[in-house]
């Protein structure tokens, strides 16, 4: 780990995985194009879930970069990766459980998904959130979800639609799993942390 923190914080890989990252968060916006259309004005802002968790590490890579901490946004990064990562990952897995088959574009989701969750995990020793930033992101989070599920505003996958109370529960507790990663990395008193340099 000595190794790879070096490298990680190094100005052309923050650069780079800025480039990805936007990359990647465009190409999410456009995959909720045709949800978004019918999407009522007032749940815009909480249907694009993982372009958005990528949108927020966008904006932790561009204070990296300017090296600055903005402690909220992290807070709200490193949350909605690891839960929008994993529930991805989950969800396409579920799919090909049902459909029996798997496109290439499923593949890409997964591993692009289990990469923004990776991602937010290893850059948390740079973080440096406090307890009111992570309480603003669990109200963000766990609203998110209501909206969702009481909504009906999640992800559309037409093949699951039968196991939507199941995928919610599933939610909320991938919620709670990751404040409690978020809490565990950055605010516990014996937390790994390092600095920008």
Known sequence: MNRIYPLLAHRSFLILLLIINIAGTIYGYMWYGWQ??????SFLLFVPDSPTASL???????AFLLRKNWPLI???????LVKYGIWAVVMNLLVFAVQK???WTSWMLIFSHFAMAVQGVLYAPFYRYKWWHLIV???WTLHNDVIDYVFFMMPRYHMLN???PQIGYFTFWLSIISLAIAYYFVIRSKRFKLDLK
């Open 162 to 164: 039968e196991f939507t």
């Open 36 to 41: 978004l259309k019918e999407t009522p004005a």
């Open 101 to 103: 088959e798997m496109d």
């Open 56 to 62: 927020f590490f966008v904006f932790v890579l561009i």
């Open 137 to 139: 992101t669990a109200i």
């Open 74 to 80: 992290e807070s709200l990064a490193i949350v909605t």
